[in-house]
Every structure is written in structure tokens, then in C-alpha cells.
């Protein structure tokens, strides 16, 4: 059998400490913890973190996996809210209300520095724009299409895009927010509704939603026009997206023939879409913030009469890991 120096070239060496740029495969002592380690690059996975204050679905997202925002969304009896919460990596805290309660709206941003756009009331669809501060939300300048179920990207309050939705019908409209108003921009080159979004209001993803019917269709904004990329693994509509458009992750959603709930979690590297595992509650109608390698997925329906409060947080990339005898 061959020992570690035949296959890697060099003896298992001792450190105080774990070593500054470790190779992927690396094996090392810690003198210090007195462990055998390796560094390894961890496809992905998810874990359960803190629990929202209030169980909805059709709610929407911003900021990253230790500081994220959810807001609106619809709960059981059926009520649509206003209601906003705060995620500080481990528990959320009940903010300030945006002024307008809505369910399946657009969002962009972070933590301190939102957008929340479009939705639905039964019987209005919104227009309606609001700014969040870290504090309060101010109602600003309206989409200049009403629409709900809509795709979503931008970095903050000041620089967002909206495309697709309903009207209805399944809309390809796009609008570029400059931190003042909306400008209708280059359309989507498949309209749907219930997709969704990743990246920048010059560089975004757009992914899955319902033609009808199912897609699995992907598009790539360039700051001008779309661009027909690689198709998801698994065509679906209601799923959560989180990255930029080189580096995005979807999980969740639901999938043809028969609407069937899923926690199906894909990865995309400016070029395909790669499976990988899914969440640990499937569901549908969840929100998404974070990036490709550190997501957090909320809310959301586990079934069309469940809504859950279920957070779970998705890590991947290099990591060093103990090795143990089992």
C-alpha cells in the first residue's frame, strides 16, 4: 500500500498552528490542538439556523447569511403583511413595517440598505417602491409596470433591477432603479412570472419561473440587453436565488409535472448549473439573500397550505476539517 510521502510527494509535517495557504488534499498535525488535519473544498451544504418570528411564504429578501432582511410575504389565516425582520446570524428581530403590505414582491440590497418593489394585494398589483435605511422604510418612485412574482437583483437602495413578473399575463418588461426612478430597459427574451434573480442592475441572473409552463430557462444581463445562457438542471418556478451573475446559487421551488415541492439546490459558475444537495426543508415561495458559497434560505411553503418560519444556511468552499479514526 502506498504511505502519504508516495502519493503526495512530501512527509505529513508538524505546525504550532494551521499553515497560511494549505494545498487542497493537504494533510497536517497541529501540534497545538494535537489533531491530524486536512483542507478539503466542501461542495455545499445546509443548516438549520434561527427560526423567523412570523411562518409566510411570497416574502422577499436582502443582505447576506449574518445580516439579512425579510419583509412582507403572506401568512396563515391568510393575511397579507407589512411585517419586516432583522437576521443577525443567528436569531431575527421584529423592525419597523414597510408602509405598504404586500406579498410576491421584487427586493434588492442589504441589511441597512433596501428595496422593496412591485407585489400584490389582492386585487392590486404594486407599483409601489420603498426605501429602507436600516431604520424606517420612505415610499419613493413607482415601477413603471405594476406587476408581482417578479425577478430581482441589485447591490442597495440605489442601483436595482426588476424583470419579468405578472400583470397579468407573464410579463418580459425590464427597469433599471438609479436611486431616484425606474427606466424601462432591454426585455427579458422569455416573459414569466415566479423566477428567480441574482447580481447587480448591470450584471444579473435570471433563472426558472412559469411561462407558463415550467422553465428551466436562464438569462445573463450584460447592463444592455439579455442573453440566453445554460438552462437549470430541473425547469421549476417559485425558487429562491442568491449570488451575483458569474457565481449564483437557486434552491427550492417547485417542479413540473405536478407542482411537487422541492429543496433542489443548484450552483452556477458563469457557465452551467451543477446539482447539489438540497435543502433541508423542501419548499416553495421562500426567500433568498447571500452569496454562492454563503446563502440563507427563510421562509417560504412546505406544501400550498403550510407556511413555514424554517431559516437554513448554506456554506461551501475550502475548509479545513479534523480527521478522525471514524
Known amino acids: ?60 429578501g436582502a443582505g447576506v447569511q449574518t445580516a439579512a432582511l425579510a419583509f412582507g410575504g403572506e401568512q396563515t389565516p391568510v393575511s397579507i403583511l407589512a411585517l ?9 428581530t421584529e423592525v419597523n413595517d414597510l408602509n405598504s403590505a404586500r406579498e410576491a414582491m421584487g427586493s434588492a440590497g442589504t441589511q441597512t440598505s433596501a428595496l422593496a418593489f412591485g ?14 435605511n436600516g431604520t424606517s422604510w420612505t415610499e419613493v418612485n413607482d415601477l413603471n409596470t405594476a406587476r408581482r412574482r417578479l425577478g430581482d437583483a441589485g447591490a442597495d437602495n440605489t442601483s436595482a433591477l426588476a424583470f419579468g413578473g405578472e400583470t397579468p399575463p407573464q410579463t418580459a418588461v425590464t427597469e433599471s432603479w438609479n436611486g431616484t426612478s425606474w427606466t424601462e430597459v432591454n426585455d427579458l427574451n422569455t416573459a414569466r412570472s415566479s423566477l428567480a434573480g441574482a447580481g447587480t442592475n448591470t450584471a444579473a441572473l435570471a433563472f426558472g419561473g412559469f411561462t407558463p409552463p415550467f422553465t428551466a430557462v436562464t438569462e445573463s444581463w450584460n447592463g444592455t440587453s439579455w442573453t440566453e445562457v445554460n438552462d437549470l438542471n430541473t425547469a421549476r418556478l417559485d425558487l429562491a436565488g442568491a449570488g451575483t451573475q458569474t457565481a449564483a446559487l437557486g434552491f427550492g421551488g417547485r417542479e413540473a409535472p405536478d407542482f411537487s415541492v422541492n429543496g433542489i439546490t443548484e450552483s452556477w459558475n458563469g457557465t452551467s448549473w451543477t446539482e447539489l444537495n438540497n435543502m433541508g426543508t423542501a419548499r416553495f415561495a421562500l426567500a433568498g439573500a447571500g452569496t454562492q458559497t454563503a446563502a440563507l434560505g427563510f421562509g417560504g411553503s412546505t406544501d400550498p397550505s403550510t407556511r413555514t418560519t424554517a431559516t437554513e444556511e448554506w456554506n461551501a468552499g475550502p475548509a479545513t476539517k479534523t480527521i478522525t479514526s471514524s
Open 1 to 60: 500500500m502506498a504511505d502519504y510521502k508516495t502519493i503526495k510527494g512530501t512527509k505529513i509535517q508538524n505546525y504550532t498552528t494551521d499553515p497560511d495557504n494549505p494545498l487542497t488534499g493537504q494533510v497536517w498535525y497541529n501540534e497545538t490542538d494535537q489533531v491530524l488535519k486536512t483542507f478539503y473544498v466542501d461542495p455545499g451544504s445546509w443548516a438549520t439556523g434561527g427560526a423567523l418570528n412570523t411562518a409566510r411564504d411570497q416574502l422577499a
Open 119 to 132: 407585489g400584490f394585494n389582492n386585487p392590486l398589483f404594486f407599483a409601489e417602491t420603498e426605501s429602507w
Open 84 to 92: 419586516t425582520e432583522s437576521y443577525n446570524g443567528t436569531s431575527w
